[in-house]
Nanobody, 124 residues
Framework: QVQLVESGGGLVQAGGSLRLSCAAS????????MAWFRQAPGKEREFVAS????????NYADYVKGRITISRDNAKNTVYLQMNSLKPEDTAVYYC?????????????????WGQGTQVTVSS
């Protein structure tokens, strides 16, 4: 399994921005589709965004469209989540995940490797 380490979380005011990063240990990073999921206290984990191996396919949850952008830098083995216009309801632990599937799936069952998560807190 590929090792994933997220960073970039923190406390931000509503309307602010954060960029999350996820560094992968795997040299063959291009073998993996990548995704971000999140889990708020007392809620189930939910899909945020995904990207295929070359960035040609991206998928977003409806509630983040227009506010969040997923991207990847294969030379750095890193995937990013740029989050703008943050809302208090975006408060959650954000997890990076990797899949050997060729498509950027939205369901967690397709992702076999997960990071430890990074906390994002949006104050009102």
């Amino acid at each position: 399994q590929v090792q994933l380490v997220e960073s970039g979380g923190g406390l931000v005011q509503a309307g602010g921005s954060l960029r999350l990063s996820c560094a992968a240990s795997e040299r063959t990073f291009t073998n993996y589709a990548m995704a971000w999921f999140r889990q708020a206290p007392g809620k189930e984990r939910e899909f945020v965004a995904s990207i295929n191996w070359n960035g040609g396919i991206t998928n977003y949850a409806d509630y983040v469209k227009g506010r969040i952008t997923i991207s990847r830098d294969n030379a750095k083995n890193t995937v990013y989540l740029q989050m703008n216009s943050l809302k208090p309801e975006d408060t959650a632990v954000y997890y990076c995940a990797a899949s050997l599937a060729s498509y950027a799936y939205t369901a967690a069952k397709f992702y076999g490797s997960w990071g430890q998560g990074t906390q994002v807190t949006v104050s009102s």
